[in-house]
């Protein structure tokens, strides 16, 4: 296992180094780390805004960049950058991390432009609440009850529905894909 702070370049550098040294090759790159917080504008500090952008935004420019060089080299590989519901739909009091989260829905759809002849898909999905600690930490029983009244399937996801996304994005059966922001949230952005 490789640690890193992905809102550091050095750290993010030093990963890459590491994992390509012990693995010889990447194929995959899960720009999955990343945070939210429950704040209207007028309460977050600066600090606060920069942080949450540094690492869902900058955190996915960093590892895309650090990894990109070598997919080229090797006409190949998969990148899977996680938006959210909120990229689409915004969110009440969530400016930073729907911002963030925008960013990232741009960043993917550029760099699939920038790098489909050299064999490499980049894609996003965008899940709307899924039951992580996280989540359950930030938001209310009744914040959690309005959500899921928005919720077609009446249900909020799990890690596991996300997972069987990231797989297939990052399998060969996808090979045709790229550019795309695929929402999984249980039709919640149907309406």
């Known amino acids: 296992m490789v640690r890193v702070d992905v809102s550091d370049e050095a750290s993010v550098k030093a990963a890459f180094s590491q994992a390509l040294e012990q693995m010889q090759a990447v194929d995959i790159l899960i720009n999955c780390a990343g945070y939210g917080r429950s704040a209207k504008i007028q309460d977050l500090t600066l ?5 949450l952008i540094d690492v869902n935004m900058t955190g996915t420019f ?22 959210s519901i909120c990229a689409q739909t915004g969110r009440m009091v969530a400016v930073d991390y729907a911002g963030s989260k925008s960013g990232i829905v741009g960043i993917t759809r550029a760099l699939a432009l920038q790098v489909a002849a050299d064999g490499i898909n980049v894609n996003a999905i965008a899940p709307g609440p899924v039951v992580t600690p996280l989540f359950e930490k930030n938001y209310t029983t009744e914040q959690m009850n309005n959500l899921l009244r928005t919720i077609p399937f009446k249900r909020k996801g799990t890690p596991a529905d996300i997972a069987n996304l990231l797989l297939f994005l990052s399998s060969d059966e996808s090979g045709w894909i790229t550019g795309e922001v695929i929402a999984i949230n249980g039709g919640a952005f149907i309406g």
């Open 62 to 83: 960093l590892c895309c960049r650090e990894i990109i060089p070598h997919m080229i080299e090797r006409q190949y590989g998969k990148i899977v950058n996680l938006a």
């Open 47 to 51: 600090e606060q805004w920069q942080r």
